[in-house]
């Protein structure tokens, strides 16, 4: 299959699922925190971000293994394959053991973090239900790697998302049931066990080969990948999961569900509008790692989808939270100012928008050269989230994101990809970036004014009327955007070309 169907098929099914999951999620949030309680929730969120640093080595290896894998399986050198999947096997099952011990040291002493709603002993026994599937993990991992790295995701990916969807499914019955908070537990243990279980057969099926043992069993290549991936991964970590562990310290579980339910909202959000980027481009990786290509019209082509959609989410999620998460919370208590909102749209645009120079990094792995910006990044993240959240609570650790993004992130990312892949000045980067962030600084000025003007008094009168004013701001502002842009750019233009006729080839096909 082509790396054009690839990039179809990956994004209809991801971005099904990104836009199915957080509709189910936000009646599971809201059924979760008025059974169980807002520090319960609180809890569970805290935890869960604990568990991200523990389980730090999966997404790292995944990128370090991928890497390694684009050129033998585009040459179909199997053995050098094999050699590379058994070195990184054993640096699974090595690193999944001091996992499940770390699990087992942390769960003993996160108790003393802050005011548990549970016993000593229930929240340690929470903690290890939630932490222990991922060290198992670890123990099933390598397979699914190789076959996310031959461009055939899709082939697993239908049935990871079919899981979640269901997990959510359960969740919803569970508490509809007004069931034990363990069976939640439960539900989420199974939901990591059973997709990477399925996984693993599914990529096994596909390289049966993968069982035979290498010619060389001293492959030491993954290590030292792994091992810059793995500061890259702690630099993401830091920036994007320790917000709920500093407010539980700062300020209790309670204020930590209110926090991580906006995060929640605009998490999800955010990684709808991040799959449809990543989800067409992860196919394009080795076209960003050979030289011989002309890859730079596609990049642009994917920057300014990105900025598109990101724009419209970003927009629209600053203009309408104020209003839309008391009403589904049914809380004052989580009211959201108008200033956490606009950071929060800043921080969804920024992420979006990195992504196509993220991939092109990655694919050349000039993650290798960038690991001191990804430590300064965490270390800047960290420390002003620790100021600013006892100087303005809620504010100071949305700020904190938004300032290591802009100031540090932006400051390097961009100059090492044009510099190394496209041979160009990073100048062009950054005036294209002035450019879409002052279109959506504008639209959103705009859609602001039209809210408060003409929908936000009838958004008022019931959960039906919200809704029906959101969506009618949306497509607004979808409709506006997508004018501006089509006239504007022309690589813009180009995209959906390319989309229209791969649409059209299957028509074809079809008929």
């Given at each position: ?22 509709l189910?999620g ?8 008025s ?6 929730n ?41 050699n ?13 053991t ?8 942390t ?6 973090l ?79 066990l ?5 996984s ?17 069993k001293?492959?030491?290549s ?28 700062f ?8 926090y991580?339910?906006?995060?929640y909202?605009t998490?999800n ?16 990786g ?27 989410v970003?927009c ?7 209003q ?33 120079v ?24 960290i ?38 892949v496209?041979?160009?000045?990073a ?7 002035a ?58 233009r180009?995209?959906?070309v390319?989309?229209a ?5 299957r ?5």
């Open positions: 299959m082509s790396r054009t169907k690839h990039s179809f098929y990956n994004f209809l099914v991801s971005t099904i699922a990104a836009l199915v999951l957080p189910i936000f009646v599971k949030v809201r059924l979760f925190v059974l169980y309680g807002s520090a319960v609180g809890l569970q969120l805290t935890i869960a971000q604990v568990i991200t640093f523990l389980n730090i080595c999966e997404l790292a290896y995944s990128l370090a293994f991928r890497q390694l894998l684009y050129k033998p399986l585009a040459e179909n050198d199997r053995e050098e394959v094999k590379i999947y058994h070195g990184a096997v054993k640096i699974f099952r090595l690193t999944g001091v996992c499940l011990i770390l699990s087992l040291i769960a003993l002493i996160f108790p003393s802050a005011v548990s709603p549970f016993s000593y002993w229930e929240t340690v026994g929470t903690f290890l239900l939630l932490a222990m599937p991922y060290g198992i993990s670890y123990f099933l991992f390598g397979p699914n790697f190789v076959i996310m790295a031959d461009q055939k995701e899709y082939r697993i990916n239908f049935w990871i998302q079919l899981i979640s969807i269901m997990r959510m499914v359960f969740m919803v019955i569970a508490i509809l049931l007004k069931m034990p908070f363990v069976v939640i537990l439960v539900i989420e243990a199974l939901n990591i059973c997709a990477n279980t399925l693993r057969f599914i990529a096994l099926r596909e390289y049966p080969w993968l069982k035979e043992e290498p010619q060389n001293e492959d030491h993954f290590q030292k990948k792994a091992g810059y991936a793995m500061i890259q991964r702690l630099s993401e970590l830091a920036t994007t999961q320790t917000d709920n562990i500093v407010i539980s310290g300020m209790g579980y309670v204020m930590s569900s209110v991580g339910t906006y995060s909202l998490d959000i955010g990684k709808i509008t991040q799959t449809m980027v990543q989800s067409p481009m992860n196919s394009f080795n076209l960003f790692n050979d030289r011989t290509a002309d890859s730079y019209p596609v990049f642009t082509e994917f920057f300014n989808f990105a900025t598109y959609v990101s724009t419209i970003a629209t999620i600053v203009v309408v939270m104020p839309f998460v008391p009403v589904w919370m049914n809380d004052p208590l989580y009211t959201a100012s108008m200033s956490v909102c606009f950071f929060f749209g800043l921080n969804i645009f920024y992420m979006t928008m990195r992504q196509p993220i991939i092109a990094r990655d694919a050349n792995g000039l993650y290798v050269n960038a690991k001191n910006n990804a430590w300064l990044l965490a270390v800047v993240k420390v002003l989230s620790v100021i600013l959240v006892q100087k303005l609570g809620l504010l100071g650790v949305v700020l904190a994101t938004t300032i290591a993004y802009w100031a540090v992130d932006f400051s390097y990312n961009p100059v090492l990809v044009y510099r190394n496209f041979h160009l000045p100048r062009d980067y950054y005036i294209m970036v450019s879409r962030l002052l279109l959506a600084l504008g639209i959103g000025t705009a859609g602001y004014l039209f809210w408060n003007q003409f929908l936000a008094s009838y958004a008022m009168s019931g959960r039906f009327a919200l809704i029906l004013s959101i969506l009618i701001l949306a497509a607004i502002i979808t409709v506006v955007t997508t004018a501006i842009y089509w006239a504007a750019y022309r690589s813009f180009h995209l959906y390319r989309l006729e791969i649409i059209r080839r028509r074809n096909r079809n008929a």
